[in-house]
């Protein structure tokens, strides 16, 4: 099993951001996916989740309205559209699959 996160960097306040995850191993399909982050020094939080056949999703209160989960299970990759970023929003963002399948992680950092 694998997640590879990519599209992570640096961007200013108010500007948006596409973070991917290429998954490979298991059949991405039957699994909802979540985005995770973390920043320094705080736990680990759980920012959106999307079903198996993206039907449903759930956001955090902290990224409802600003951030968008999608999925594309033709070609094994979920996807996290943040807009409007805040400097709050620097962390260390996290694919997780099913129980215990994680990512790498991917920086965001948000400053001016």
């Known amino acids: 099993v694998q997640l590879v996160e990519s599209g992570g960097g640096l961007v200013q306040p108010g500007e948006s951001l596409r973070l991917s995850c290429a998954a490979s191993?298991?059949?991405?399909?039957?699994?909802?996916m979540d985005w995770y982050r973390q920043a320094p020094g705080k736990e680990r939080e759980l920012l959106a989740r999307?079903?198996?056949?993206?039907?449903?999703?759930y956001y955090a209160d902290s990224v409802k309205g600003r951030f968008t989960i999608s999925r594309d299970n033709a070609k094994n990759t979920v996807y996290l559209q943040m807009n409007s970023l805040k400097p709050e929003d620097t962390a260390v963002y996290y694919c997780?699959?099913?129980?215990?399948?994680w990512g790498q992680g991917t920086q965001v950092t948000v400053s001016s």
């Open positions: 999307i079903t198996g056949r993206g039907i449903s999703t």
């Open positions: 191993g298991f059949t991405f399909s039957s699994y909802f």
């Open positions: 997780h699959a099913g129980p215990a399948y």
